[in-house]
T-cell receptor, first 114, second 110 residues
Framework: GAVVSQHPSWVICKSGTSVKIECRSLDFQATTMFWYRQFPKQSLMLMAT?????????EQGVEKDKFLINHASLTLSTLTVTSAHPEDSSFYICSARVGDNEQFFGPGTRLTVL | LAKTTQPISMDSYEGQEVNITCSHNNIATNDYITWYQQFPSQGPRFIIQ???TKVTNEVASLFIPADRKSSTLSLPRVSLSDTAVYYCLVGRYNNNDMRFGAGTRLTVKP
């Protein structure tokens, strides 16, 4: 199946700093990518849908100015957590859509904000 | 899209067949069903997808009754490494709404 990578796999940062997470589709082009957040022992929560060349669509309750999403090419979407705080510590997962109904997930990025 | 309901947890033993049922009463005509497996600190991994009747691949089978209001993931002869959370998703062709339900935490015991 298609491969999606994320970088970094984990990051630790100080409160108030910004962190950028990259999501790449390695062997296919993805017009649509998704960003999820997962807290311990909970399910994945959809944060936003990212479409190449246009603004991301954010889910209700997700601050677009805090979670900046850029989908500049068909193989790369980035999520920037701005002014991160300890409550933003979570497991961030991206996925990429292939065709009409296939979705492949990245390995996730563990963010810890001190 | 249709909301999904799954058992929160299930226990099984090595070598047994495990069936996890997902309810999706409000599934629409052009919706399909996908199951994912997730291990701790990893992204979900695709298991199987179907629209109706039965689908089988090298790791699982998916049974979907005629009314499509539920689906059952069948894992034959589970092993300890099948301990994971299993998610059922209802998706729609060309629709970007991909939301996860609570999932089923399967624990396989020796």
């Amino acid at each position: 199946g298609a491969v999606v990578s994320q970088h970094p796999s984990w990051v630790i940062c100080k409160s108030g700093t910004s962190v950028k997470i990259e999501c790449r589709s390695l062997d296919f082009q993805a017009t649509t990518m998704f960003w999820y957040r997962q807290f311990p022992k909970q399910s994945l929560m959809l944060m936003a849908t990212s479409n190449e060349g246009s603004k991301a669509t954010y889910e209700q309750g997700v601050e677009k100015d805090k979670f900046l999403i850029n989908h500049a090419s068909l193989t790369l979407s980035t999520l920037t957590v701005t002014s991160a705080h300890p409550e933003d510590s979570s497991f961030y997962i991206c996925s990429a859509r292939v065709g009409d109904n296939e979705q492949f997930f990245g390995p996730g990025t563990r963010l810890t904000v001190l | 899209l249709a909301k999904t309901t799954q058992p929160i947890s299930m226990d099984s033993y090595e070598g047994q067949e495990v069936n996890i049922t997902c309810s999706h009463n409000n599934i629409a005509t052009n919706d399909y069903i996908t199951w994912y497996q997730q291990f701790p600190s990893q992204g979900p991994r695709f298991i199987i997808q179907g629209y109706k009747t039965k689908v089988t691949n090298e790791v699982a089978s998916l049974f979907i009754p005629a009314d499509r209001k539920s689906s059952t993931l069948s894992l034959p002869r589970v092993s300890l490494s099948d301990t994971a959370v299993y998610y059922c998703l209802v998706g729609r062709y060309n629709n970007n709404d991909m939301r996860f339900g609570a999932g089923t935490r399967l624990t396989v015991k020796p």
